[in-house]
């Protein structure tokens, strides 16, 4: 969901010494996953000793035979999500909770790369505060709200995203049985109303399709990113992580909670669930910290969140017939275009569009800039672009293609009766960060994570264009 105008400007204040989330190490769930750990190692340790043991045996056996014993299975890590769990999704979400293990918890309410943005937020905080976070489906809002809510691991490897964080990821559709649920009531932190003098807490389409009555408590002020008075945002996300502690929740609970919509109960903030209502204007050091390579949440979460591969294995096969290249042929390297229109309109003041957005010729300087930079580090001529946006308009299309460049006709393809509405912006998302470079929109997150993706996981050149006004992009 777009922001409002102001929320743009960065903010240059700088609060707090950059933090490192600790690796998990406490009682709970994640020292069970540690026990688990230190099982294996010592089972590791145990298969070490008995190949050494083999490798005597090898004066005593037939190669054909130690060929056989020696290729027994490796020991390899357990992965099973369910052991954080009783079982499989129940009527009520705390029928399947452990009770020696503490979790973490928050909603959605924006456009889907704010709320991909909001999880890796979501997910730093599970880090930090030692608790194993359960993530919700994505929501939709861009793409119509008829598209169903669409599961995390469906277009993130969870697995690879576990491995990399050392602690488990749970969905909340492993929990809660959807289709047959009971109203389950859950005590939360409101932060929104601190953050957004007055405002109730933010709501979310999940609330209801998870069937949860939620009784806010209010967070204290000193989650605020900033001092009383400065205009921003943004929550402190080690802040918050104060709040999953019993010192600071003792004190932090001076005020009621509110009564819950559906049963008008007054819950205090859940703590073996802990839950808050909204984590995407969150932030280590300054607000949009996205926007910088230092990025925390960036860093230890977002380059971590790998595409799932079935999906990326679909984007692959579109971008080869995009390009034109046949079955068989290696993609070859191309640029990526993120150029956002749609409802960036409302920013458009007193321009037309036309004088508001990237006008093409300057699109192409960028994309220039970024062959040149491509030839210069790496020796690489890289002429294939691909573009993508969310315009409509057709003859915008027709001066895309008079430059040469390429895009996938997802109403050719029938991409979204095949698979449904969420693909497009899924698809375009996987075309972007597979560029050996990447043009972007100024102020887009759709464009921001890619940018972040193309520098970190393909070293690749990348610019962004700025927008808003006539010539805004002249350097
Ligand atoms: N398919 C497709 N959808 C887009 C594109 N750009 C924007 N959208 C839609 O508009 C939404 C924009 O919201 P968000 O992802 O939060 O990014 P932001 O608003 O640009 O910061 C996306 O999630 C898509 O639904 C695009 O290039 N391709
Ligand atoms: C925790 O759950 C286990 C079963 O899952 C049960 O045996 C045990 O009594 C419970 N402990 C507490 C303190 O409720
Ligand atoms: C990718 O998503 C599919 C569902 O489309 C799922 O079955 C599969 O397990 C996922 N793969 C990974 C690696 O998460
Ligand atoms: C819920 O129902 C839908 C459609 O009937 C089905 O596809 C889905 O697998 C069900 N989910 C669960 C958790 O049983
Ligand atoms: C890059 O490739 C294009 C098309 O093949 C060619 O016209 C151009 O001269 C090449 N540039 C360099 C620097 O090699």
Same mark, same amino acid.
């Given at each position: 969901?777009a922001?409002?105008?102001?929320? $743009? /400007?960065?903010?240059?204040?700088h609060?707090?010494?950059?933090g *490192?989330p ?5 009682? =709970? ?6 026990f ?17 043991a083999?490798?005597?045996l ?7 035979q130690?060929?056989a014993?020696?290729?027994?299975a490796?020991?390899?890590e357990v992965?099973?999500?369910?052991s954080y769990?009783?079982?499989p ?8 909770? *452990? ?6 918890t928050?909603?959605?309410? %924006?456009g ?5 943005m ?9 880090l930090?505060?030692?608790?194993i976070?359960?993530?919700?489906? $994505? ?7 008829? %598209?169903?809510?669409?599961?995390f691991?469906h ?8 491995k ?13 049985d959807?289709?047959d649920?009971?109203?389950d ?6 932060v929104?109303?601190?953050v957004?003098?007055?405002?109730p807490? *933010? ?6 399709k998870?069937n949860?009555? /939620?009784s ?12 009383p008075?400065i205009d ?11 709040l999953?502690?019993? +010192?600071?929740?003792?004190?932090a ?18 703590d073996h ?9 969150t932030?280590?050091?300054a607000?949009?910290e996205?926007?910088?390579?230092? =990025?925390?949440?960036w860093? $230890? ?8 591969a079935t999906v ?13 290249v ?5 993609i070859?390297?191309?640029i ?5 229109h ?5 920013y458009?003041? +007193?321009?037309?569009?036309d004088?508001c ?9 960028r994309?220039? +800039?970024?062959?040149?930079?491509l ?7 890289v ?5 993508? =946006?969310d ?7 027709? +001066?895309?293609?008079s ?10 393809? *029938? ?7 969420w693909?497009?912006v899924?698809?375009d ?9 990447f043009?972007g929109?100024?102020?887009s997150?759709?464009?921001?994570? %890619? ?10 050149a ?9 010539? %805004?992009?002249?350097?």
């Open positions: 969901m922001l409002t105008s102001e929320d $743009f /400007l960065p903010s240059s204040r609060y707090q010494e950059l *490192r600790g690796r998990p190490a406490s009682r =709970s769930g994640i020292s069970h996953y540690i688990r750990r230190q099982f294996i190692a010592s089972c590791a340790a145990l298969a070490i000793v008995s190949v050494a083999l490798a005597l090898t004066l005593l056996t037939t190669p054909a130690l060929q014993l020696l290729t027994i490796p020991v390899t992965e099973d999500a369910q769990l009783l079982g999704p129940t009527r009520s979400f705390r029928e399947n909770l *452990r009770n020696d293990t503490k979790y973490i928050s909603w959605l309410n %924006a889907w790369t704010n709320d991909v909001t999880i890796g937020n979501l997910l730093y905080l599970a930090i505060t030692e608790r976070p359960i993530i919700p489906s $994505f929501i939709p809002s861009h793409i119509g709200p008829e %598209a169903p809510p669409l599961p691991g277009i993130f490897d969870v697995s690879r995203l576990r990399a964080l050392r602690t488990p990821v749970l969905e909340w559709h492993q929990i809660k959807a289709n649920s009971s109203l009531e859950l005590g939360c932190w409101a929104w109303p601190v957004e003098q007055g405002a807490p *933010r709501d979310s389409f999940l609330i209801p998870l949860l009555d /939620l806010y408590t209010r967070a204290p002020d000193w989650v605020k990113l900033t001092p008075g921003d945002k943004h929550a402190s996300l080690w802040s918050l992580a104060r999953a502690y019993p +010192e600071a929740r003792e004190s609970i001076s005020q009621p909670p509110d009564p819950s919509p559906q049963r008008q109960l007054a819950i205090p903030p859940d669930l802990l839950c808050y209502d909204y984590l995407y204007y932030a280590v050091t607000a949009w996205w926007n910088w390579d230092y =990025s925390p949440v860093r $230890f979460v977002g380059q971590h969140m790998h595409w799932n990326e294995k679909l984007a692959e096969e579109l971008a080869r017939r995009a390009m034109n046949p079955n068989g042929e290696p070859p390297p191309f990526s275009i993120h150029m956002r749609g409802d960036f309109r409302i458009c003041n +007193e321009f037309t569009e004088q957005f990237v006008p093409l010729p300057a699109v192409a300087k994309v220039a +800039e970024v062959q040149q930079e030839l210069d580090k790496k020796g690489i001529n002429t294939r672009v691909i573009m993508t =946006s315009e409509r308009d057709p003859n915008w299309w027709a +001066e895309v293609r430059y040469g460049w390429n895009w996938v006709d997802y109403a050719a393809e *029938r991409t979204v009766e095949t698979y449904g509405k693909y497009p899924l698809l998302a996987i075309l972007q960060s597979r560029g050996a470079g043009v929109t100024e102020y997150t759709m464009s921001l994570l %890619a940018l972040r993706r193309v520098q970190d996981w393909n070293d690749g990348v610019r962004m264009a700025k927008w808003g006004r006539p010539g %805004a992009d002249d350097h």
